[in-house]
């Protein structure tokens, strides 16, 4: 489950937010100032990162931006109790993944959290999938790796290497060998799997990069 620490000089707010999301199965940590939240972003591994505008020490757009410089994975979730257009605008701008007005309400926060991960998600596929010059065809990608048999069909002609029609089949135990060939045909049209000389299958560089991002999903 997802890594966040909430940074917010109320002690109080920080306390609530921690009990609530961590009922919702996340790992919260909590600081109180700027500086502090600065020395836990560099030794721990957060997702997520829940931060004030307004903070002693250190501002929160200056923390936005030394977390977006030096730690670009980390999601920034901006909160604050003076909202404005060209505050909220500006926090874009400078990196953050959301901006949020107190008072707030805790729906809104855990929608927010929901919302940031699964557009990070969406990032990593895009990072992991394409290198330069590739059509970035992620949607097509993700409709493609969801089926069940075409995940699993992928995953076995990686781990053996090179596979013919038939070893496919009777390796995913499927009677209906025009069922196979369809979904062979969806892995072949989005580059995932190839066919040599021989028309033995096996997976592509661009289908290891999938294995690797389902891997990191332990959707496989």
Same mark, same amino acid.
């Given at each position: ?67 977006? &410089?030096?730690?670009?994975? #980390? ?6 109790? /003076?909202? %404005? !257009?060209? +505050? ?63 995940? &699993?069909?992928?995953?076995? #002609? ?6 013919? /029609?038939? %070893? !496919?089949? +009777? ?50």
């Amino acid at each position: 489950m997802a890594e966040i620490l909430i940074v917010d000089d109320d002690r109080e707010i920080c306390s609530i937010l921690k009990e609530i999301l961590e009922e919702e199965g996340y790992h919260v940590d909590y600081v109180t100032s700027g500086d502090e939240a600065l020395i836990e972003i560099d030794k721990g591994n957060y997702d997520i990162v829940i931060t004030d505008l307004i903070m002693p020490k250190i501002s929160g757009m200056d923390f936005l931006s030394y977390v977006k &410089r030096y730690k670009p994975g #980390i999601e920034i979730i901006m909160i604050t109790a /003076f909202g %404005s !257009i060209e +505050n909220a605008v500006e926090a874009m701008k400078r990196g953050a993944s959301d901006y949020i007005e107190k008072p707030f309400k805790l729906k809104d926060i855990k929608t927010s959290i929901k919302r940031v991960l699964e557009e990070a998600k969406f990032k990593k596929v895009h990072e992991v999938l394409f290198v330069e010059g590739e059509e970035k065809d992620t949607e097509k990608i993700l409709k493609v790796i969801a089926n069940p048999i075409r995940c &699993r069909a992928l995953y076995t #002609i990686y781990k053996k290497g090179v596979m013919c /029609f038939t %070893s !496919i089949k +009777n390796e995913l135990q499927l009677e209906d060998p025009t069922r196979l060939s369809f979904h062979l045909r969806q892995l072949r049209e989005s580059n995932l799997v190839s066919q040599d000389s021989s028309r033995e299958y096996f997976v592509t560089p661009k289908g290891k990069r999938v294995i690797k991002l389902l891997k990191s999903f332990d959707a496989i």
